[in-house]
């Protein structure tokens, strides 16, 4: 009697185990997302570019094609369903260049899907971990200047639930430099008022640990001003609750109020909840905070994330201890 070979599985099932398997590992809900995104369009690709049905036929040049690929197409002109080919229709930067930071991400989660697969013995050879990445120009962020900060501040009327809550939440991050995510999942059990200090819980965290971090006196006169506040307006554990339905703030909702305040305070640059964290890092280390602390509080897991986060800064501070150092400067009067 002939031998009934299995019937191999299906591109998007195996990818389902390997999200399964991220899931095992730990990593973080919008982690998992990234790489179901990214590879269910590889998927797609796959199978209507290029007539492969099995990873095991996918190589180096395949997968540098299909960045190619990419790159030609644009933004959004090519996606992984109808349904979202029918919600970036209205998006006025459909078709525009893709960077070629989000080409790298791109291949920063298919690298790990095709180890994964060597592993797991689906396939044999992992040909793709050869592929390299393109060459970025690093672009310094915004910043926001004190006044400006001042300015976004004082444009949020305080005597609104929601604006009050929002404005606290601004200046929590400038002050600790915590991630939007962890800041809107905080409890009043995580804050310790006497010791101005905040145990961010391991579930919260980019890397899964649990991190403390810690903010001014003035900054927690803020915060027991609004505990006072939000407790007459809504009993909730969550430090900053939606007033409606007493649930978290999503990011994404808070990001559409904060480009609300900078245009309300005239604020014309390219500044995000994110970049707040980042102006924080950049005025620790320049007002001489040394880079492990700087690793530490921001909560990354190699000190070389934060080297590389803040590599611009380097010149700045080079060339305020040149100041100290210039000979001009140190001679006596000659002119």
Not at 71 to 91: L, M, P
Request: with cysteine; glycine share 2%.
């Amino acid at each position: 009697m002939p031998r009934i070979k299995k019937k191999a599985k299906d591109m998007d099932d195996i990818i389902l185990d390997y999200l399964s398997y991220c899931h095992y590992k730990d990593l973080s809900k919008k982690t998992i997302k990234c790489y179901q995104v990214t590879l269910m369009l590889f998927a797609k690709y796959l199978k209507e570019e290029k007539n492969i049905e099995n990873f095991e036929d996918v190589n180096k040049d395949v997968v540098e094609e299909y960045m190619q690929f990419t790159r030609d197409r644009g933004k959004y002109s090519y996606t992984s369903s109808e349904e979202i080919t029918t919600k970036a229709a209205n998006r006025k930067d459909i078709g525009n260049k893709i960077s070629n930071v989000t080409i790298n991400n791109y291949l920063r989660n298919i690298k790990p899907f095709f180890t994964w697969l060597e592993e797991s013995r689906v396939i044999k050879n992992n040909d793709v971990a050869r592929c390299k990445y393109i060459k970025t120009t690093r672009v310094s962020k915004d910043q926001l200047t004190d006044i400006e900060f001042n300015r976004l501040i004082k444009a949020i009327d305080y005597s609104k639930f929601h604006e009050f809550r929002d404005g606290v939440v601004i200046q929590l991050i400038m002050d600790t430099a915590m991630r939007i995510t962890e800041c809107l999942s905080l409890t009043i059990n995580d804050i310790d008022l006497a010791r101005r200090t905040i145990v961010i819980p391991a579930h919260v965290t980019k890397n899964h640990k649990e991190r403390a971090v810690f903010y001014s006196q003035k900054m927690n006169r803020l915060l027991q001003r609004w505990l006072k506040f939000k407790d007459l307006m809504q009993e909730s554990e969550l430090l900053f609750p939606t007033l409606r339905s007493n649930g978290i703030l999503q990011a994404s909702n808070f990001e559409k109020n904060f480009k609300m305040y900078l245009k309300r305070a005239n604020i014309n640059k390219n500044i995000t909840p994110h970049v707040l964290r980042n102006n924080w890092g950049r005025r620790a280390l320049l007002s001489g905070m040394p880079l492990v602390m700087v690793s530490k509080l921001l909560g990354h897991s190699d000190i070389k994330i934060t080297q590389a986060c803040y590599i611009d800064i380097q010149n700045e501070d080079l060339r305020r201890s040149y100041e100290k150092f210039s000979p001009l400067t140190n001679m006596s009067d000659i002119y």
